[in-house]
């Protein structure tokens, strides 16, 4: 584990029962008994955590803190307080001490202190190093994602930028397809002439061809003039084929002759016309399975399918989150005309546990909410609508999916069922833990070890809810 913690209290009996609770666990502990002991151990060593009594001889606790900050600006605070101070703990966290246990405590309390406390180090550090390298390697143009998928999509539309190989782009909803294929076209020599999209899907048959080929006057009822259709539209630029897996038969027929002769006509016209169009497709669907059904064109997939892009989901790369978080807040700020500046770091978890399936698209829509809802200049979770709350996204305690095993299924369901009677327990109980054990009847190291099982964090429960640590933007 390595992480190194210098634990202060003037009780050496207890300064030594800690010591040995953390050390069980894998820490590196150093302990002083006073604040002159733990300046000198501070200035010598470098530690990751202070955790320290609010009540010692000479400085107090915070005080100690703030010293230790000035020695290591990235050091972490957790002070112990006895009985009747908290206000003073509250006002520490303000100060900017990651949280605070009361005494006396279980070993059990102080271990989810830490480990909630190494937590957010671990983001707070990713957060400055990303905000460092945002600039540099995780982005490129307005696409935005440090994942080695990502970085793999980038090297793909710089290869495919300047040749007219087609590009088929896969990948579920609002992760960004069309945000790539504009990228391909606006790195590309094309890049003056017309990126024209169509979404393929949306279309009736003979709307589609219309719409794709144009037609002449009098082609059908309707056509009082000619028309020209988005593939001439799109001459010496690119037409982007959205939904393209969604296409009729008869129109896979028609599409799959014009890419093969390179040749097209107006729909009710004989003149062929000369095709010079990059051509970028996309699907959500399954396109392989449409292809075994027998309900797509082996013939046109290949001729769409040049060049492979895959998308993948935001679930499968949730260190985009806090980058795309980034992004969006100034865009927003701008859009909104506000001056939101900095994220709760509970509130950048929650982000990070959802499910988001409607991916990208989704969490633009859930901040533009949450900036809707923010009165002060921070977002925190009360600004999410309830779809981000990770219990909620799991589906409720009794929905159940029957493609899974028994065993594995009720397993699940058992599960959820106790994260959210637990959860709900507790918020009863103002996040007691003690009380919530009598009332639940549920043992309190059972309690205990499913509170760290489903990471609650019995903080947001506490009537005297205590300010959370902020991400600044
Ligand atoms: N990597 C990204 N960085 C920044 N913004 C992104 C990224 N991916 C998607 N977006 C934004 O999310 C929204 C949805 O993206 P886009 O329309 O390209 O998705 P899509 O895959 O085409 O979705 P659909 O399948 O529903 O058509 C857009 O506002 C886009 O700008
Ligand atoms: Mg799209």
Redesign the pocket.
């Known amino acids: 584990m390595g992480y190194r913690i210098l634990v202060v209290d003037d009780q050496v009996s207890f300064c030594n029962h800690i010591l040995t609770i953390l050390e069980n666990e894998g820490y590196e502990v150093m302990v002083a008994h006073d604040s002159s002991q733990a300046v000198n151990r501070l200035s010598a060593h470098s530690f990751d955590i202070l955790l320290t009594d609010m009540n010692l001889p000479g400085l107090n606790g915070l005080e100690l803190f703030l010293i230790a900050s000035k020695i290591d600006p990235h050091i972490s605070g957790v002070i112990m307080t006895a009985y009747g101070t908290i206000s003073s703990a509250v006002n520490s966290i303000k100060q900017g001490v990651t949280d605070y246990i009361q005494k006396p405590f279980e070993p059990e309390a102080l271990l989810m202190a830490i480990e909630k406390t190494i937590r957010e180090r671990r983001m707070l550090q990713e957060i400055r190093s990303l905000r460092k390298e945002v600039s540099q390697r995780y982005?490129f143009g307005?696409?935005?994602?440090k994942n080695h998928k990502?970085q793999i999509i980038y090297d793909m539309i710089q290869k495919v930028a300047p040749t007219d190989a087609r590009v088929f782009i896969t990948?579920?909803?609002?992760?960004?397809?069309?945000?790539?294929?504009k990228a391909i076209h606006f790195n590309s020599p094309r890049k003056n002439r017309p990126f024209v999209g169509i979404n393929c899907g949306a279309l009736s048959e003979t709307l589609l061809e219309a719409e794709l080929f144009g037609y002449e006057q009098g082609a059908f009822t309707g056509a009082t003039r000619t028309k020209i259709g988005k593939f001439e539209y799109a001459q010496g630029g690119t037409i982007f084929l959205?939904?393209v897996g969604d296409i009729s038969p008869r129109m896979q027929v028609q599409l799959l002759r014009v890419l093969q002769e390179k040749k097209f006509e107006r729909v009710g016209g004989n003149q062929s016309i000369d095709l010079d169009v990059k051509v970028i497709s996309?699907t959500?669907q399954d396109i392989h399975a449409k292809i075994n059904q027998g309900e797509y064109r082996v013939e046109l997939f290949y001729r769409l399918n040049v060049v492979p892009i895959h998308?993948p989901s935001l679930r499968e790369r949730i260190e985009?989150i806090s980058l795309?978080v980034q992004?969006?807040i100034p865009i927003l700020n701008k859009n909104f005309n506000r001056n939101i500046k900095a994220i709760t770091a509970r509130a950048m978890a929650q982000l990070m546990q959802h499910t988001w399936p409607g991916?990208?698209?989704e969490?633009?829509n859930v901040l533009e909410r949450a900036f809707v809802t923010t009165e002060g200049d921070t977002i925190d979770v009360i600004h999410f609508s309830r779809t981000t709350n990770g219990a909620t996204a799991e589906g409720s305690p009794y929905s159940v999916n029957i493609d899974i095993p028994f065993k594995v299924a009720r397993s699940m369901v058992e599960k959820r069922f106790e994260k959210a009677y637990v959860s709900e327990s507790l918020k009863r109980c103002e996040g007691n833990v003690t009380k919530t054990a009598h009332v639940t009847g549920i043992n309190t190291r059972t309690l205990w070890r499913k509170i760290k099982e489903y990471e609650l964090d019995i903080d947001r429960f506490r009537s005297q809810n205590p300010p959370q640590p902020i991400v600044r933007l």
């Open positions: 982005a307005n696409i935005i994602g990502m990948g579920e909803t609002g992760v960004g397809k069309e945000l790539v294929a959205d939904e996309a959500n998308i985009d795309l992004h969006f991916n990208v698209r969490l633009e």
